[in-house]
């Protein structure tokens, strides 16, 4: 069994920082990229940003880009995502997620076949 769990999430004022990580657990761990994607209340699930664990490369949703940075840590099998800057509009379920294999979809939800349970972030005006 592959669980990914999620940590870090709060509530902050905007202008301010959060940073979440996400750890897969279980002895037959192994993806393509992992990241993140969120929800919000009334909206459908939105792509936040990957990592690809071989070699690295990142990719950002543009609402996202210049205020988070996503990292990992290959031997703790985790991800993380700093996130600075925050706006309300940030306020919503962050779910860590995994692709098993190669995928050219990485912003497509369905393609993702690990999903943690989802973490809180709120961000008050």
């Known amino acids: 069994q592959v669980q990914l769990v999620e940590s870090g999430g709060g509530s902050v004022q905007a202008g301010g920082s959060l940073r979440l990580s996400c750890a897969a657990s279980g002895r037959t761990f192994s993806s393509y990229v992992m990241g993140w994607f969120r929800q919000a209340p009334g909206k459908e699930r939105e792509f936040v940003s990957v990592?690809?664990?071989?070699?690295?490369?990142?990719y950002y949703d543009d609402d996202v880009m210049g205020r988070f940075t996503i990292s990992k840590d290959n031997a703790k099998n985790t991800v993380y995502l700093q996130m600075n800057s925050l706006k309300p509009e940030d306020t919503a379920v962050y779910y860590c997620a995994a692709i098993r294999y190669y995928s050219d979809y990485l912003y497509s939800a369905a393609e993702y076949d690990y999903w943690g349970q989802g973490i809180q972030v709120t961000v008050s005006s």
């Open positions: 990592i690809v664990w071989s070699g690295g490369k990142t």
